[in-house]
């Protein structure tokens, strides 16, 4: 019996699953009470709209209703219009799903849904009334009315018994990114790498990154103050620094091990007081300041800087100062965000490269799943006109509503097979109600009671991840298909004609994405390896300052896309970080390359040249190549030029920026004279394939 408690959903889930069981009666009771033609849909919308967080509901009934009332006046618009023309229509209705979908796309916050509801909502709308256009007004009309009763019942409830907030669900993701965060942090410090370890923590920290960002679009919903939402971004911002800073700082370290074991004494008793410093889960200015001013103490002189082994340690430190800058604001935030502190935030951590996050879009990749999506529809809709079925159109409605729910995953066809799967099992659900339940009840109490046991129980599990889409699509499609209405009017054979198109319409979704989206996870981590290389091409040609910050945050961001696929496919995910600080050192240099003149300018601009011409032979290689040896004579001449030129500030930063790119670009050039043959490599490059 422990074993069976302790398998069933906690207390909260069961009154969840109560509470919107009871909104979804409420919305089919006001509605058969208004005699609306589809009561039922008021209903289903309900189990749409509801989450157990006020946040999504409130941001999701706005995003829907402002979806339907779009997608709604599209179908009283088009219809009247094109219904004399039938392959006309089925084109137009086509493309209006695509260019929503697509546009709903390069959103990655909850405003999406409303552009890809009103996609699929204009064949929701306009296909079923194709041989009775007169009707489509009152169709429209129904359905928005029917759609905002539930969304105003669902919001309500939700809002009034017992709502529960996801700022705190915020906070334990923050939490969870933190903890990951410092035990990776602690590896690197304490030169205890372990591949496997590494990678795991890697990925649950990009995994915390990543959900994040709808959290926070849904934040403002529930009454979060703007500072605490400002708040919100501003560490997600600078979470995605962290793992190229320390990426960085493990090569920095490294070399100093292998090319300068003397200085390694000198580097051992700040490495162990950050460590120190970083258990500690506070953010005491006075314990940073500290620390700041033993790293300082330790920095070379300028002069000394022209030997190789000094340089290295003070890239060493410069890089380890990011990462005690950088961990210090992350810190503070989210003492800030805890703490719902409305005083302006002040950073530590200050880089010119530091923007607001621009999420980088594969509009190609978008533009292909939109187009296979428009053509779907075409070919379901003229196989539905060839066929002359009747109840056809349902068909194309669930295939258009299937591809534009999937379309944004790199294998939609599993998410599709379990969409008709628990499609399905609605009609099977939904037939048992209708010709055996129904027909005993007498009244609205005896629905109530019919329905109880099990859109609770199935409701309940909706909160759990795992079960959320088949029990979700069963309770929606469950009560759609039993057309709940003021009379009882069942007849087996029209029931099973109109709810079979659903999923065979599915199962027609399923087989073209089969077959036009064969692809994976592996196309989608190869296009972003070849982004990343065009990006790094791209930076060798004139741009501006702001042009290049909006690349640098570009790179971050695709670095968080990357990562998960790659490691998807078994590939290193290392080598994405190299090429990530690649692309950072070279905007470095590119920033403060204008502040020096003359040979060094010339040589500045030469490595930009080379590095570039090196990932454009690598591009079209098709993989990625040796770096070129003249590249590293580039950047050790480029090195001894600077002496003497410019100021102090950009002659370190500039200094910084070189070894940086070095290290990043041309692994182990530091150590491999030195170190003996059998000794591995550091992780990150093993030599593992793109």
């Given at each position: 019996m422990n074993g069976f408690f302790s398998g069933m959903p906690p207390a909260r889930d069961w009154f969840y699953g109560i509470r919107t069981f009871a909104a979804s009666m409420i919305a089919l009771y006001i509605a058969l009470l208004m005699q609306m033609p589809r009561p039922y849909w008021a209903m289903a919308t309900v189990y749409i709209v509801s989450s157990p967080f006020l946040g999504p509901t409130s941001s999701k009934a706005l995003y829907r209703a402002a979806g339907t009332f779009l997608g709604a006046a599209a179908a009283v618009l088009f219809v009247p219009m094109f219904v004399q023309s039938p392959y006309v229509l089925v084109v137009v209705v086509a493309l209006w799903t695509g260019i929503l979908l697509f546009l709903s796309l390069h959103l990655r916050t909850a405003n999406n849904y409303a552009l890809m509801l009103a996609g699929y909502t204009l064949p929701l709308i306009a296909l079923p009334v194709v041989d009775n256009p007169l009707a489509v007004w009152d169709v429209a009309e129904a359905r928005t009315e029917e759609i905002f009763l539930g969304i105003a019942v669902a919001a309500v409830v939700g809002a009034m018994f017992w709502p529960r907030r996801l700022a705190p669900v915020f906070n334990d993701a923050v939490g969870k990114w933190f903890s990951d965060a410092s035990t990776y942090s602690l590896r690197f410090l304490n030169r205890d790498v372990r591949p496997e370890e590494v990678t795991a923590l890697r990925m649950a920290m990009v995994g915390s990154f990543n959900s994040l960002e709808l959290m926070i679009g849904q934040l403002p919903h529930e009454g979060a103050r703007p500072q605490t939402v400002r708040n919100t971004k501003e560490l997600r911002g600078r979470m995605i620094h962290l793992l190229p800073v320390i990426d960085a700082l493990d090569d920095?370290?490294?070399?100093?091990?292998?090319?300068?074991?003397?200085?390694?004494?000198?580097?051992?008793?700040?490495?162990?007081?950050?460590?120190?410093?970083?258990?500690?889960?506070?953010?005491?200015?006075?314990?940073?300041?500290?620390?700041?001013?033993?790293?300082?103490a330790l920095q070379p002189s300028f002069e000394a800087l022209e030997e190789r082994k000094q340089l290295l340690f003070s890239n060493a430190l410069y890089r380890l100062g990011e990462f005690i800058d950088l961990w210090q604001d992350c810190r503070s935030l989210q003492d800030a965000i805890l703490c719902e502190r409305q005083d302006s935030w002040r950073a530590v951590y200050r880089h010119w490269r530091l923007g607001r996050l621009t999420p980088f879009l594969d509009r190609g990749l978008m533009a292909y799943s939109v187009a296979s999506?428009?053509?779907?529809?075409?070919?379901?809709?003229?196989?539905?006109?060839?066929?002359?079925?009747?109840?056809?159109?349902?068909?194309?409605?669930?295939?258009?509503?299937?591809?534009?729910?999937?379309?944004?995953?790199?294998?939609?066809?599993?998410?599709?097979?379990?969409?008709?799967?628990?499609?399905?099992?609605?009609?099977?659900?939904?037939?048992?109600?209708?010709?055996?339940?129904?027909?005993?009840?007498?009244?609205?109490?005896?629905?109530?009671?019919?329905?109880?046991?099990?859109?609770?129980?199935?409701?309940?599990?909706?909160?759990?991840?795992?079960?959320?889409?088949?029990?979700?699509?069963?309770?929606?499609?469950?009560?759609?298909?039993?057309?709940?209405?003021?009379?009882?009017?069942?007849?087996?054979?029209?029931?099973?004609?109109?709810?079979?198109?659903g999923p065979m319409g599915l199962l027609f979704a399923f087989i073209w994405t089969l077959v036009a989206r064969p692809f994976g996870a592996e196309l989608a981590a190869k296009r972003l390896t070849r982004f990343s290389w065009k990006d790094i091409v791209e930076l060798s040609e004139p741009a501006t300052l702001a042009e290049h910050r909006q690349l640098g945050v570009q790179v971050l961001d695709r670095l968080m896309q990357h990562l998960p696929r790659l490691a998807l496919t078994g590939q290193d995910t290392g080598i994405a970080l190299r090429e990530v600080r690649v692309a950072l050192n070279l905007l470095d240099l590119l920033a403060y390359t204008p502040r020096v003149q003359g040979v060094p300018h010339a040589l500045l601009r030469q490595v930009v040249a080379e590095v570039g011409d090196y990932f454009r032979a690598c591009l079209k290689a098709g993989e990625r190549l040796p770096a070129p040896s003249p590249l590293l004579m580039t950047m050790d001449r480029t090195r001894r030029a600077l002496h003497g030129h410019g100021d102090d500030e950009t002659r370190l930063h500039l200094l910084h920026a070189l070894s940086g790119l070095r290290l990043a670009l041309l692994p182990g050039v530091e150590f491999l004279g030195n170190a003996e043959p059998e000794e591995p490599l550091p992780h990150g490059i093993d030599g593992a394939p793109l």
């Amino acid at each position: 019996m422990n074993g069976f408690f302790s398998g069933m959903p906690p207390a909260r889930d069961w009154f969840y699953g109560i509470r919107t069981f009871a909104a979804s009666m409420i919305a089919l009771y006001i509605a058969l009470l208004m005699q609306m033609p589809r009561p039922y849909w008021a209903m289903a919308t309900v189990y749409i709209v509801s989450s157990p967080f006020l946040g999504p509901t409130s941001s999701k009934a706005l995003y829907r209703a402002a979806g339907t009332f779009l997608g709604a006046a599209a179908a009283v618009l088009f219809v009247p219009m094109f219904v004399q023309s039938p392959y006309v229509l089925v084109v137009v209705v086509a493309l209006w799903t695509g260019i929503l979908l697509f546009l709903s796309l390069h959103l990655r916050t909850a405003n999406n849904y409303a552009l890809m509801l009103a996609g699929y909502t204009l064949p929701l709308i306009a296909l079923p009334v194709v041989d009775n256009p007169l009707a489509v007004w009152d169709v429209a009309e129904a359905r928005t009315e029917e759609i905002f009763l539930g969304i105003a019942v669902a919001a309500v409830v939700g809002a009034m018994f017992w709502p529960r907030r996801l700022a705190p669900v915020f906070n334990d993701a923050v939490g969870k990114w933190f903890s990951d965060a410092s035990t990776y942090s602690l590896r690197f410090l304490n030169r205890d790498v372990r591949p496997e370890e590494v990678t795991a923590l890697r990925m649950a920290m990009v995994g915390s990154f990543n959900s994040l960002e709808l959290m926070i679009g849904q934040l403002p919903h529930e009454g979060a103050r703007p500072q605490t939402v400002r708040n919100t971004k501003e560490l997600r911002g600078r979470m995605i620094h962290l793992l190229p800073v320390i990426d960085a700082l493990d090569d920095a370290l490294y070399a100093l091990e292998r090319r300068t074991p003397e200085l390694v004494e000198k580097f051992a008793p700040l490495l162990a007081a950050t460590s120190d410093w970083l258990g500690h889960k506070d953010a005491d200015p006075d314990r940073w300041q500290a620390l700041k001013d033993r790293l300082e103490a330790l920095q070379p002189s300028f002069e000394a800087l022209e030997e190789r082994k000094q340089l290295l340690f003070s890239n060493a430190l410069y890089r380890l100062g990011e990462f005690i800058d950088l961990w210090q604001d992350c810190r503070s935030l989210q003492d800030a965000i805890l703490c719902e502190r409305q005083d302006s935030w002040r950073a530590v951590y200050r880089h010119w490269r530091l923007g607001r996050l621009t999420p980088f879009l594969d509009r190609g990749l978008m533009a292909y799943s939109v187009a296979s999506t428009i053509l779907a529809i075409i070919v379901a809709s003229v196989l539905w006109i060839l066929l002359g079925w009747t109840d056809g159109g349902s068909a194309v409605i669930l295939a258009a509503v299937a591809c534009s729910f999937f379309a944004s995953m790199d294998d939609p066809a599993p998410q599709i097979y379990r969409f008709f799967f628990w499609t399905g099992m609605s009609v099977l659900f939904a037939s048992l109600y209708l010709f055996l339940v129904l027909p005993n009840l007498h009244d609205f109490p005896m629905l109530v009671l019919a329905f109880a046991v099990p859109f609770i129980c199935v409701g309940t599990l909706t909160v759990q991840p795992r079960f959320y889409l088949g029990m979700l699509l069963t309770l929606v499609n469950t009560s759609s298909f039993i057309s709940i209405s003021g009379a009882y009017d069942a007849d087996f054979f029209a029931f099973v004609n109109s709810n079979l198109a659903g999923p065979m319409g599915l199962l027609f979704a399923f087989i073209w994405t089969l077959v036009a989206r064969p692809f994976g996870a592996e196309l989608a981590a190869k296009r972003l390896t070849r982004f990343s290389w065009k990006d790094i091409v791209e930076l060798s040609e004139p741009a501006t300052l702001a042009e290049h910050r909006q690349l640098g945050v570009q790179v971050l961001d695709r670095l968080m896309q990357h990562l998960p696929r790659l490691a998807l496919t078994g590939q290193d995910t290392g080598i994405a970080l190299r090429e990530v600080r690649v692309a950072l050192n070279l905007l470095d240099l590119l920033a403060y390359t204008p502040r020096v003149q003359g040979v060094p300018h010339a040589l500045l601009r030469q490595v930009v040249a080379e590095v570039g011409d090196y990932f454009r032979a690598c591009l079209k290689a098709g993989e990625r190549l040796p770096a070129p040896s003249p590249l590293l004579m580039t950047m050790d001449r480029t090195r001894r030029a600077l002496h003497g030129h410019g100021d102090d500030e950009t002659r370190l930063h500039l200094l910084h920026a070189l070894s940086g790119l070095r290290l990043a670009l041309l692994p182990g050039v530091e150590f491999l004279g030195n170190a003996e043959p059998e000794e591995p490599l550091p992780h990150g490059i093993d030599g593992a394939p793109l």
